[in-house]
C-alpha cells in the first residue's frame, strides 16, 4: 500500500465519536491503497469505527465511533432513521419534476450497477428539492429517509439527471471529464446521549461545487433541516 496518507479535518471531537470531512476519489475501505477508514485511525492514533459509509466519488461528512459500543448506539440509530443525512449534488441535466420523491424498490444491475423499480415492498425513499445555477447546471439538495446502495445516484438518474462526473449513471466519457462526482454529504443532525447534534460542511473540491453561483445557493441552505 502507498506510504502517503492525506490529514483530513476533524470538526469535531469528544469522547464517544468524531466527525471528519472525506475527500472525494478515496476509497472508503481499503483497496490497492489504504482506504479511508485505515488513514484517519492512523491520524487520530486511535482505533476508529466507522458507522456508515460514502462511495469513492462521494465526499463529505463521516462519523466514526470511538468504541464499538458507540458504534452499536449509532447502528441503531442508523436503523431506525433516527440520524438525518442531506447530500448536495450537480446533474447537468434538468429534472424531471423540481422537486418531491423518488420512491422504489431498487435491485441489482449489471456490472455493480442498481436500477430503481415501480414495485414498493422495500423502497428507497429519497426527497429533494432543485434549483438552477449557471448554463446546464442543476443543484440539488437531497434527503435520504433510507440507506440503500448508490441510492441518491440512482435517484438522479431516474429523474432524468444523472450526477455529473458519476461514470457509473451518467455518460461515462462526458463524466470522466469531469473534475470529480459532483455528491457532496453535506450535513447531519441527531441526538445521542439526550444532546442533539448537527453539522454542516459546504464542499471544498471541484469547480462546479466552489463556483460563485453554488456558493450563493448553499448559504441560501445552509440550514437544510428547514426545507423538508
Known sequence: MSAYRKIFPIIYENLSFIITVKSSGINFHSEEEA??????????????????????????????AKTSEVAAMFGKMFENREVEKYYL???????????????????????????????????????????????????????????????????????????????????????????????????????LNGEEFSFVSPPNEGERFVSDACKVQIEMWCMPWDLF
Open 89 to 191: 449534488a450537480i446533474s447537468m441535466r434538468k429534472p424531471k419534476k423540481k422537486q418531491g420523491w423518488v420512491k422504489g424498490d431498487m435491485t441489482s444491475a449489471r456490472r455493480g450497477d442498481y436500477k430503481l423499480l415501480a414495485t414498493m415492498d422495500n423502497p428507497a425513499i429519497t426527497q429533494f428539492v432543485s434549483c438552477a445555477l449557471r448554463t446546464h447546471e442543476r443543484f440539488f439538495l437531497i434527503k435520504p429517509h433510507t440507506g440503500k446502495t448508490h441510492q441518491i445516484r440512482v435517484a438522479l438518474k431516474s429523474l432524468g439527471s444523472p450526477i455529473a462526473g458519476d461514470e457509473r449513471y451518467a455518460q461515462a466519457d462526458v463524466a470522466r471529464k469531469e473534475e470529480r462526482g459532483y455528491l457532496h454529504a453535506y450535513a447531519l443532525r441527531f441526538h
Open 35 to 64: 482506504g479511508f477508514v485505515v488513514q484517519v485511525s492512523q491520524q487520530m492514533g486511535i482505533p476508529l469505527f466507522p458507522v456508515h459509509r460514502l462511495d469513492k466519488m462521494t465526499s463529505g461528512l463521516i462519523i466514526f
